[in-house]
């Protein structure tokens, strides 16, 4: 129902910044979203979740007080700001949603995916 379409990854120096734009082709207001990761050899690790209207939000350990997930549904869009950028953060990054009030640190539990775009961080 929902096509999904990051952008904003790219190559940056450790302890650089990066945000990530995620926009829907449709109304996001109704869906709980997220932000996942992947890098080589390993599994979707969840990032950060967010409610429909931003105001329930939670954060991996790993990138808490670094990164900061907000929405606005009025541009169909959920972004991913990140500061203090490490090379452990290198992965492709990608969002979801699902069609609930709840979100979830699952990938399971979503149901719409964008293709990813890739963050590299250099020592």
């Known amino acids: 129902q929902v096509q999904l379409v990051e952008s904003g990854g790219g190559s940056v120096q450790a302890g650089g910044s990066q945000k990530l734009l995620c926009t829907a082709s449709?109304?996001?207001?109704?869906?709980?979203m997220a932000w996942f990761r992947q890098a080589p050899g390993k599994g979707r690790e969840g990032v950060a979740i967010?409610?429909?209207?931003?105001?329930?939000?939670e954060y991996a350990d790993s990138v808490k007080g670094r990164f900061t997930i907000s929405r606005d549904n009025t541009r169909n869009a959920l972004y991913l700001q990140m500061d203090s950028l490490k090379p452990e953060d290198t992965a492709m990054y990608y969002c979801?949603?699902?069609?609930?009030?709840?979100?979830?640190?699952?990938?399971?539990?979503?149901?719409?995916w964008g293709q990813g775009t890739q963050v590299t961080v250099s020592s």
């Open positions: 979801a949603a699902v069609f609930s009030p709840t979100p979830v640190m699952s990938d399971s539990w979503y149901d719409y």
């Open positions: 449709a109304d996001t207001a109704m869906y709980s």
């Open positions: 967010i409610d429909r209207v931003g105001r329930f939000i």
